[in-house]
């Protein structure tokens, strides 16, 4: 890439339209953007943190920004993300992953809803924003989001979300929720593959393949009734205590499934069985799970690590933007400053991801702990965001 990474960010910053008046405007979208995107990386989690980082750090911003009237007020970070058009910058969020990780490799998105549980307002009588995101598991890159809106479900905000990210050679994961064939079909349509749980919101689908499994593990068989061929993959963990024993069984027979037709793409159906032993008290929990898959060549093992990896989602994405953002805890609900918001979190965490260990470190470091070093050393801060050595002059106006 022959621009520096700073230069890309200014260009995306830069295409934000900017909500305000133009009379008496003293700092520019791009500027309040790049202050308040800096902010959430060094670990504020408001418009006020935001506004005392900046003040702490303006020799830092000067050197990247102009800032002609000094760093903007707390009152004009919520301004400006409470006015943004949330789709557009959603939009400049997805443009940013593909220019800065368009060679990102990896062959494993998962899709999974969150909400923003302190975004509700009872004086407006407004119900807390729910989105669903994508997520490559690999990189532990967030490559987009959609807000469910009011009055919908992550059944018709999934499809969206589909469209606007590429998902070509890519499979895909959705819990039970994304269980539809319209589902299925928009994401063989954009060539991409998927792995679908099956629960009781297909009861009959969910029986059958049940029924399937159980009849292909019987022991004693008539002759005329040969036993299925089937593959399986099979794990031990241990740690924490506890014996963890994962075994994936999958089968391409879709003689079972009545309206196999119906789901496009379909090539298989799947069966996992996970035991988990206390070796404390010495008991032994067991579950199970039904799935269904449109990639004719996946072996027992992947689908095994894609139904596995599917759970970052929650585990390095939205448990993390709880409880190192503080997302849930927040109580920015200003017009589309939560969303907004939720964006730049996503951001921050995306560079973070992403980031070199501080050199000084010799153990690896937590989100949290690069996010405090980011807000502590200048230095790492810019090589957190991938500056150039030499930043270039800033943009007039």
């Not at 934000?16 to 995107?37: K, N, Q, S, T, Y």
């Not at 260990?357 to 989100?367: D, E, V």
Request: glycine letters at 6%; charged letters at 25%.
């Amino acid at each position: 890439m022959t621009a520096s990474r700073f230069d890309v960010l200014l260009t995306i910053t830069r295409d934000m339209p900017d909500p305000r008046e133009r009379r008496g405007l003293r700092h520019p979208i791009w500027e309040v953007l790049f202050v308040a995107l800096v902010g959430v990386l060094a670990g504020a989690d408001g418009a006020d943190a935001i506004e005392i980082f900046g003040i702490e750090n303006e020799e830092w911003f000067r050197r990247r920004c102009a800032l002609q009237h000094g760093i903007p007020s707390q009152d004009t970070f919520l301004r400006v993300l409470a006015a943004m058009d949330p789709r557009a910058f959603e939009s400049l969020f997805r443009r940013w992953v593909d220019e800065l990780w368009g060679e990102r490799g990896g062959d494993h998105i998962a899709i999974d809803g969150k909400t923003l549980r302190g975004s509700f307002d009872r004086a407006s009588g407004s119900n807390a924003i729910h989105s669903v995101s994508a997520y490559l598991t690999e990189h532990g890159l967030c490559l987009g989001q959609v807000r469910v809106e009011h009055k919908e479900n992550e059944i018709v905000a999934i499809p969206e979300l589909l469209d606007l990210i590429d998902i070509k050679g890519m499979t895909i994961t959705i819990d039970a929720m994304g269980c539809q064939r319209a589902i299925a079909a928009k994401i063989i349509d954009r060539r991409g593959k998927y792995v679908l749980q099956v629960k009781d919101n297909h009861p009959t689908l969910n029986a059958q393949i049940g029924t399937y499994f159980a009849d292909a593990r019987r022991e004693s068989r008539p002759l005329n009734d040969p036993a299925p061929k089937l593959t399986t993959h099979h794990e031990t963990n241990a740690g924490h205590g506890r014996i963890e024993e994962r075994t994936m069984t999958v089968s391409h027979d879709l003689s079972w499934i009545d309206d196999a037709a119906a789901w496009k793409g379909l090539a298989g159906i799947a069966h996992i069985e996970r035991s988990r032993s206390d070796e404390r008290t010495g008991k032994t929990s067991v579950e199970s799970a039904h799935f269904i898959f449109s990639d004719e060549h996946a072996t027992a093992a992947d689908l095994h690590r894609y139904v596995r990896d599917h759970w970052a989602i929650e585990n390095s994405l939205h448990w993390v933007l709880d409880m190192t953002f503080h997302e849930d805890q927040s109580r920015v609900r200003m017009g589309h400053a939560a969303k907004n918001f939720a964006t730049l979190r996503r951001m921050a965490l995306n560079l973070l991801r992403t980031a070199p260990n501080p050199p000084r470190h010799k153990k690896k470091l937590s989100i949290r702990q690069k996010r405090t070093v980011c807000g502590l050393n200048g230095n790492y801060r810019a090589s957190v965001l991938r500056l150039a050595d030499s930043p270039p002059e800033s943009p007039a106006g």
